[in-house]
């Protein structure tokens, strides 16, 4: 390869191994993990024994944070990163990838979370924004970003602030998948649309998405982002994940879902079962049996619209 | 070895070769890609009939304590075991290599393998995602050209059997690519890089399989 070791570029760092040139922090490692996570279920925990649970039921990866959406909603009041000592717990508790949560726009709290050596990084809208005009830097980042976005315009502006994954983000702690399926509906129809179009189209489409014309040009040619798409944001049933991996979602977060429901345990394991046999309906109907309670829930419906987290981040 | 051409030039005289790939979680439809484009009949498996149907398969990387939990959930684990057992040949990358491997170290709690693979891999060998990397490795089986290798989250394999043949180390002298009998496994993941030639030689395997 004729990449040189540099001191000051955040892509190739330690050196333990004198002389050899990994590389770390590129794209391909960054999106790569992603990769390894799609058709898996990603589970909000907010303490190391819910991690646990969470890695026995077969998450792909737990997010780790301080209150579930639900809670963050009905309790109010600011959100904002977790404790370390409460990642760090739920690190030392589980084997498999960690995410944790910063707030839109503050890349110190992006900085302490890649310092816990957490293994993604959710810039999420869940939390209170700290910036209400620029998003973090996500390229200045050896750890890589998932971030959220309600259509493809704003999944483009992400992934070109260095995202390496995009979630769909559906209305977050409601247990009303409706956002969620609006979402990831309207990411792939605009993809779609883009692959219809001639090449001189392309401008004005990216003009009209408010997206680098690179970007859109590539989507357009590929038909697919160039990250990984999970959805996210109201997934309460092991139906609504299948509905999301039919809707081509590659895997699926499900946050106050699980653990505001009434047997977590078996919740958990269904919706990963349903989450890989997506296209067979037996499979969903037999794991949907006696699970108990789903999330009681909200509907969208009567969410005022300062309320509505989705509509955080532009 | 190194040196016999791919196998979709030649020597497919009873059609394209089925290949599976374990289809339950990760990267799948990557390696169902390469597989496609080198001439194989690549195909999804997630019941032990799609099973049956193949004769070689890929577990592909992914998360190997969910890979874990629904090949038993599913049951699909024991015949894998059986197939593996039979002198099916099966490819593992990343979570793959750990799926076919006999024991493992810092795996997750009450973690199966199918095992067949006389090696002892252990888990997230390299640490979190901030330590996840690409390197270049010589690889003599494959030719002169240097594989270039995506490492995420990857295992190694810390200790071989007798019969198991080192193909590729670090600098620091981990294995992270080896074979035996028709079983192959590597740390590191070949269908994200454009990299072709380890399933190159699995389909050699196959076909003399």
Known sequence: ????????????????????????????????????????????????EQARIAEDAGA????????????????????????????????????????????????????????????????????????????????????????????????????????????????????????????????????????AKSSDELYVAAKELQAPYELVAE???????????????????????????????????????????????????AIVKATTFYEDPDVI??????????????????LPAPHRLAERGW | MAGSGPLHTGSSSAGALPIGVLALQGDFREHLAVLGGLGADARSVRTPEQLASVRGLVIPGGESTVMDKLTRAFDLAEPLRDAITAGLPVYGTCAGLIMIADRIIDGGRDQQ?????????????????????????????LGDVPVHAAFIRAPVIEQAGPDVTTLASLDDGRVVAARQGNLLGTSFHPEMTGEHRFHELFLRMVAAA
């Open chain 2, 113 to 141: 393998t199918l095992g067949g693979f006389d090696v002892t891999v252990r888990r997230n060998a390299f640490g979190s995602q901030t330590d996840s990397f690409e390197t270049d490795l010589d690889v003599p089986e």
């Open chain 1, 60 to 195: 792909v990866a737990v997010m780790a944070l301080e209150r579930v959406p639900a809670d963050i909603r009905s309790q109010g009041g600011v959100a904002r990163m977790s404790d370390p000592d409460l990642i760090d717990s739920i690190i030392a508790e589980v084997s498999i990838p960690v995410m944790a949560k910063a707030r839109i726009g503050h890349f110190v709290e992006a900085q302490v979370l890649q310092s816990l050596k957490v293994d993604y990084i959710d810039e999420s809208e869940v939390l209170s924004p700290a910036d209400y005009v620029n998003h973090i830097d996500k390229w200045k980042f050896q750890i890589p970003f998932v971030c959220g976005a309600t259509n493809l315009g704003e999944a483009l502006r992400r992934i070109n602030e260095g995202a390496a994954m995009i979630r769909s983000k559906g209305e977050a702690g409601t247990g009303d998948v409706s956002e969620a399926t609006k979402h990831i509906r309207t990411i792939k129809s605009e993809i779609a649309a883009l692959t």
């Open chain 1, 219 to 269: 989507i357009a040619r590929t038909g697919q982002l160039p990250v990984v798409l999970f959805t996210a944001g109201g997934v309460a049933t092991p139906a609504d994940a299948a509905m999301m991996m039919q809707l081509g979602a590659d895997g699926v977060f499900v946050g106050s879902g699980i653990f505001k429901s009434g047997n977590p345990v078996a919740r958990a394991a």
């Open chain 1, 1 to 48: 390869m004729g990449i040189t070791m540099s001191e000051n570029s955040s892509t190739v760092q330690r050196g333990s191994d004198q002389g050899s040139s990994e590389i770390r922090g590129s794209d391909r490692v960054k999106r790569g993990l992603a990769e390894m996570l799609k058709g898996g279920v990603i589970m909000d925990v907010v303490t190391a």
């Open chain 1, 285 to 302: 109907a037999e794991v949907s049996r006696g699970l108990g309670e789903a999330i009681v829930g909200i509907n969208v419906a009567d």
